[in-house]
């Protein structure tokens, strides 16, 4: 895991949309990368009590991923976890504004906390794997031709 806090335009806007919640310690910087070569892409991950969340700048899109501290589990998208830990209200995973991210994790910060703690993460996992399932069967979908 790389540790590496690397400045860039993305952190700083990262730092700005996430203020309420790295002030208060909710969520610290844990590692950021910047590759000015390649459209500026970059990633900031933050940490919580229980959870990792990488946000991603890719071509100039920003996507929002999550997964439990301290575990390798596979990032998911952020709408996927926020849904497997009971958040409700919560749309179509894809593109997010860090304010939105921001708002989102904030409006759902002990979800989170609880659903990806150590006591909590079996049951989550089971929901996010029946998530999954569906988020594939979509894809799937959408992608069928007509023969």
Known sequence: MNSAIVNS???????????GLLERGA?????????KEAFGN?????????????LVR????????A???GASDD???L??????VGAESIHAEGLLSLVEA???INEHLDALNIGLSSEEIAKTRRILEKLDEEATKRAEQRWERPG
Not at 42 to 54: F, P, T
Not at 58 to 65: C, H, I, Q, S
Request: proline share 5%; net charge positive; charged share 25%.
């Open 27 to 35: 969520l610290t910087i844990k590692w950021s990368t910047y590759d």
């Open 42 to 54: 970059a990633e900031v991950v933050l940490g919580g009590h229980s959870l990792l969340v990488r």
């Open 58 to 65: 890719d071509r100039g899109d920003v996507f929002a991923d």
């Open 79 to 84: 709408e996927r976890v926020l849904c497997a």
């Open 75 to 77: 990032w998911r998208p």
């Open 9 to 19: 335009p993305f952190l700083a806007e990262v730092q700005a949309a996430f203020r």
């Open 67 to 69: 997964r439990p501290a």
């Open 102 to 104: 921001a708002r989102l």
